[in-house]
Nanobody, 130 residues
Framework: EVQLVESGGGSVQAGGSLILSCTAS????????MAWYRQAAGVGCELVAS???????FYRDSVKGRFTISQDNAKNKMYLQMNSLKLEDAAVYYC????????????????????????WGQGTQVTVST
């Protein structure tokens, strides 16, 4: 059974840091494209960062220089280090994975869990306050 389980979300003050983790099982993690998405209330599902099976990374402009995506194949885990958090970073963050490498859209879509990647986690809430 394929599972993606996010953890590490919580409440933090603006300017603070969090590390999100995604624990994967049931598929070839090391041979998969992986990504972090987020969805805030009333907003579409937006790609935050991705890492391909070749190690290539992508970041949306608003998080460049603040967030870092990484993975540990030995532990079947992916991480998102989030620094200098802003109010607008508050959202539910989702882990996504796909064992089939392919060009993927970076567009925002309506709801997380429905597009672009075959496997999705249930999400972890990140709250940022002043």
């Amino acid at each position: 059974e394929v599972q993606l389980v996010e953890s590490g979300g919580g409440s933090v003050q603006a300017g603070g840091s969090l590390i999100l983790s995604c624990t994967a099982s049931g598929f070839a993690f090391e041979d998969s494209d992986m990504a972090w998405y987020r969805q805030a209330a009333g907003v579409g599902c937006e790609l935050v960062a991705s890492i391909g099976m070749d190690g290539s990374t992508f970041y949306r402009d608003s998080v460049k220089g603040r967030f870092t995506i990484s993975q540990d194949n030995a532990k079947n885990k992916m991480y998102l280090q989030m620094n200098s958090l802003k109010l607008e970073d508050a959202a539910v963050y989702y882990c996504a994975a796909d064992p089939f490498s392919a060009p993927r859209s970076r567009a925002t879509f309506q709801n997380c869990g429905q597009h672009n990647y075959n496997y999705w986690g249930q999400g972890t809430q990140v709250t940022v306050s002043t």
